[in-house]
């Protein structure tokens, strides 16, 4: 496997289709010392009303514990698409309601 130069982050949401290919490849990236990104960590999931115990954080651990590196939060809870919109179009934090897929 190569880096492809262009890539110039890994951004890591919801895939289903995770698998030790992609697990390698992140992990050239990690190494190789481009960003790490994560939506969220979230441990499951719901499908049709039912707890999935896939999701998210779980591909997150895995690159995690294999690159040993820790990812940049960029989804809930963490506030940093927050902050983001508040710099850039100068609207106050009071003004804001932020909703998402779960309440925790």
Do not use: W
């Not at 010392?33 to 994560?38: A, H, R, T």
């Amino acid at each position: 496997l190569q880096v492809n130069p262009d890539v110039e982050a890994l951004v890591v949401g919801y895939d289903d289709g995770f698998n030790y290919y992609k697990l390698c490849y992140a992990n050239l990236l990690i190494n190789a010392g481009l960003p790490f990104i994560v939506t969220n960590t979230d441990p499951y999931s719901f499908l049709e009303g039912r707890k999935m115990p896939a999701a998210c954080g779980g591909v997150v651990a895995s690159l995690t514990h294999c690159s040993e590196r820790q990812p940049i939060v960029i989804g809930k809870p963490n506030t940093f698409i927050l902050d983001l919109i508040i710099r850039n179009t100068q609207i106050s934090k009071e003004k804001c309601i932020f909703t998402g897929d779960r309440l925790d």
